[in-house]
């Protein structure tokens, strides 16, 4: 019998295979995101940001 852990590695292999060609795309896709969210967070308690919206 296939357990859950066997199926996770065989979606995971098939995700890879059919979406390999989009693949950089989207980590590029993720990365932007995280930097866009931590320029947010860390603007956010920017002491130049609170004088201004003051």
């Known amino acids: 019998?296939?357990?859950p852990v066997e199926l996770l590695i065989i979606l995971l292999v098939?995700?890879?295979l059919f979406?390999?060609?989009k693949l950089p795309d989207v980590m590029g896709d993720i990365g932007k995101a995280v930097t866009?969210?931590?320029q947010g967070v860390s603007g956010k308690d920017d002491p130049e940001d609170r004088?201004?919206?003051s």
């Open 1 to 3: 019998m296939i357990g």
């Open 36 to 38: 866009r969210f931590k």
């Open 19 to 21: 979406t390999s060609h």
């Open 51 to 53: 004088d201004r919206k």
């Open 14 to 16: 098939v995700v890879l």
